[in-house]
């Protein structure tokens, strides 16, 4: 079980710096990345609330209050990094950093569910 909580937390980690990097560039480099939005045919927009809304998911993601909310955040990032890496695979781009995170998210996601049932189970010391 130790090993299963260190590789959820390891995988959540890294997926959370994945998209706190790709939300940072969103807000400090917003022309350029509205740039590359337009060349791959997307609204410009909507980088800045895609920016915002990566941070709050990693947020939901860490904090884990509503699992209604964790359960979107995860879904959410799951999409974004289809969609980016179908965006960048058809623009003729190298394989990037959402290619890296879709095994990380899956990693994250069925182990933290595994993690939370094992916690529910185990009984308590008190």
Do not use: C
């Not at 940072?24 to 060349?39: L, P, R």
């Not at 799951?78 to 995170?101: E, K, M, P, R």
């Amino acid at each position: 079980m130790r090993t299963t909580k260190i590789v959820y937390w390891i995988s959540t980690i890294l997926l959370s710096l994945i998209f706190l990097y790709s939300a940072q560039m969103y807000f400090f480099n917003t022309e350029m990345v509205k740039g590359y939005f337009e060349a791959l045919s997307y609204p410009s927009y909507i980088v800045i609330p895609l920016a915002i809304i990566k941070v709050l998911g990693v947020i939901m993601i860490l904090w884990r209050k509503s699992n209604w909310l964790t359960e979107w955040a995860y879904a959410g990032f799951f999409f974004d990094l289809i969609l980016a890496t179908a965006a960048h695979q058809n623009a003729g781009h190298a394989i990037g950093l959402s290619v890296a995170g879709i095994p990380m998210l899956l990693v994250s996601y069925f182990l933290g569910k595994r993690v939370r049932s094992n916690n529910l189970n185990t009984p308590s010391l008190g």
